[in-house]
């Protein structure tokens, strides 16, 4: 005789609600020092997730030097503005924002000359491969890699950037032959003008340039068919412009330093955080 067949749905079953809440579970938390930086199975994205816990460390750290009240919970809290200029009074006194004198100054500005130059334009298309959440980076590569090769044989045929834009790009700009018309610095993503404008190399001339340009966005075939040089400003003009980026440098590298060495005091699950147990940065 068979045995009859079992209608029980408890754990294990298919049907069973715990398979559920065991994926949820099996998500790793965040924590820092045994305090939760989210729900389990709510993990944000990495972005989220590393200023979640950089915040945490350093409210811990107020903790501990008495500026703010202890946290009953273990989850981590969401910071009030009084918390926050807590914070950041206490950051300001630990990181120090060195004034770079005028020597230092001078140098900068003869070694990234580019970067001050105003009225420069230049008249570009583009083919944008974009990468998006769950493209294959390295299949995507070589197709864009493809179809710049295409571009720098002898004797293409002038109407072939344009008829490969409105075929391939992910950019509106395809509909007008990926042309993005006469752009500055200010005018394209940050690292598309850093390549464009800021290098010392440039200064390409006019054509397809020889290699993929990679920006947030994805990768990118350039052609430059334009160019206005602009002019170079001279360093009386933008003494304290330089003089603030180098401020902000220091800043910047003295903050990772302290949020290095204090991840480096601290128990971290769930999230890789740069940390020093030394102060190596000078």
Known sequence: MNAPMSTITGCGSATCQCSATAAKLATPVASINGIF????????????????????????????????????????????????????AMVDEVVDNPQPNESECARFFEANKAQYVVGQTMHVRHILFAVTPGVNVHALTVHAEKALLSLLGKEVPKDRFAHLAGELSNCPTRMEGGDLGWVGPDDCAPELANELFHQKHSAWGLGVHPRLVHTRFGFHIIEVLGRRKGRQLEFAEVRDRVATQLSMQSRAKALHQYMSLLAGDALVEGVELVSADTPLVQ
């Open 37 to 88: 930086l989210h729900a389990p199975g709510k993990r944000p994205d990495n972005a989220e997730l590393h200023e979640l816990a950089y915040s945490e460390l350093l409210r811990q750290q107020a903790v501990k030097q008495g500026r703010l009240p202890r946290h009953s919970s273990l989850m981590a809290p969401l910071l009030e503005e009084e918390q926050r200029k807590v914070i950041e």
